[in-house]
Nanobody, 125 residues
Framework: QVQLVESGGGLVQAGDSLRLSCAASGRTFSSYGMGWFRQAPGKEREVVATISWSGGSAYYGDSVKGRFTISRDNAKNTVYLQMSNLKPEDTAVYYC??????????????????WGQGTQVTVSS
């Protein structure tokens, strides 16, 4: 089982930047991919970005392409989400996620074995 702790959320204005961090423990961090998901009020949880176990491959949801960047530091057991040019529609609770399987990268909620507690991101217009 993986334990995940997010940090870095907050209230920002449209156009601002924010970086989220997620510290992992409990399994060898470099043996699994990681994902960031978000859930806005009244909406389903959706994938924002994912990164492979090595960091060599990344995926972005259409709504964040070109604005968000996912990265990881395996030496620090941490995955990051750099968010730029934030929009009000980015307002949501953001969750980091680890997969059920080794060397797998979660792309949908059913792939996820462990969730962080979530961090609120609010973007005002």
């Amino acid at each position: 089982q993986v334990q995940l702790v997010e940090s870095g959320g907050g209230l920002v204005q449209a156009g601002d930047s924010l970086r989220l961090s997620c510290a992992a423990s409990g399994r060898t961090f470099s043996s699994y991919g990681m994902g960031w998901f978000r859930q806005a009020p009244g909406k389903e949880r959706e994938v924002v970005a994912t990164i492979s176990w090595s960091g060599g491959s990344a995926y972005y949801g259409d709504s964040v392409k070109g604005r968000f960047t996912i990265s990881r530091d395996n030496a620090k057991n941490t995955v990051y989400l750099q968010m730029s040019n934030l929009k009000p529609e980015d307002t949501a609770v953001y969750y980091c996620a680890a997969p059920l399987r080794t060397y797998f990268t979660p792309r949908i909620a059913a792939d996820v074995g462990s969730w962080g507690q979530g961090t609120q991101v609010t973007v005002s217009s």
